[in-house]
Structures are given as C-alpha cells and as structure tokens.
C-alpha cells in the first residue's frame, strides 16, 4: 500500500476490528447461556454490538469517501441530526432492555441493536468531509479498541480487555492531539 493510501488501510483495519468485536458478541448474545447469563456480560455484550457495528460501518464509509466512491464532500440530508439522534437514542434503548432482561428476547434485541448500529455509522459518517477523516479515522480506532475491551468482557477473556483499553486509550489520546492541530477543539 502507498503511503498515500494508509489512511484507508487504517480505516479498513479499524472496521474489521469492529466488525469482529460484534460477530464475538453477537455470538455471546445467541449460544450458550448468553441470554441467560448475568446482566453485567449481556449488557457488555450489547455494547460491543453496538459500537463494533457502528465502527464497521463508519469505517467503511470512511474507505469509500478516501478512495473518493462516495466523495469527499459531506453528504447531509433535511434533518439529519434528528435522524442521528434517534438512531443512537433508539439503539441505547435496545441495549438497555437487551441486557436488562434475559431470556428468548435477547437474540432479536441483539439483531435490533445490530442493524440500528448500522445505520447509525452510515449517517454519522456521511457527514464528515474530507478534511476531516483523519480525525474521525483516529476515533473510530478508539472505538474499535473499545468494542473489543467490552467484547472480551463479555465472553470472560481478559486478553482483548486488556488490548482494547490500550488501543481505546491510545486512539482517543491521538484522537485529541488531531483535533488540537487542526483546530477542532
């Protein structure tokens, strides 16, 4: 890969993190006693769903807006925030009754919270314009380490926990100097 094109490569590494913190959890969620297990495991469970998916699909956004698909101009549509916010308000709800009950509801709160989380990273990403991936770049890797710290919680595995609270703590910490340099906050 040229140096010009690492960013993408990061992306895709960044989504493929996501993606598999989700499958793990998702897993966790529909075999086993995941659905029946302790509210503390299903509820970390749901989140590695949710921010895994989101982080897959942010991702891919941001691939295709670098390998300019999609353009690197912002995609914005007539009351995108209230649509970002609903997702996300919706997508907390599911998570929250998911893990809070146990039970046969739980592996189609599992594929709710799936597909809002999809959704969510779609629209989210869409609105981020060239000169500003990098910075969203570096978060998502923030996110990817968190989904799969609270992924291996969920499925007792202290290895990713201890893995993806170095990459979240690393990518949040890049993430915050970016935003500094390039006078974002």
Known sequence: VSMLRMPELVALFNGVGGAASAIVAMIALSVGDGAAGPASVRVSAFLAVAIGALTFSGSAVAVLKLA????????????????????LAALGAVCAAGGARGGAAVPGAAWAA??????????????????????????????????????GYAVGNPAPVAVGALVGAGGLMLTRVMCRGMNRG
């Not at 570096?138 to 609270?150: D, E, H, I």
Request: glycine share 12%.
């Open 68 to 87: 300019r698909v999609l353009g690197a101009a912002p995609v914005r549509f007539a009351g995108q925030g209230v649509v970002n916010v609903a997702l």
């Open 114 to 151: 799936l597909a809002l989380s999809l959704a969510a990273g779609l629209t989210v990403m869409l609105r981020v314009g060239g000169a500003d991936m990098p910075v969203s770049i570096s978060f998502l890797n923030a996110l990817s380490g968190l989904a799969a710290a609270v992924a």
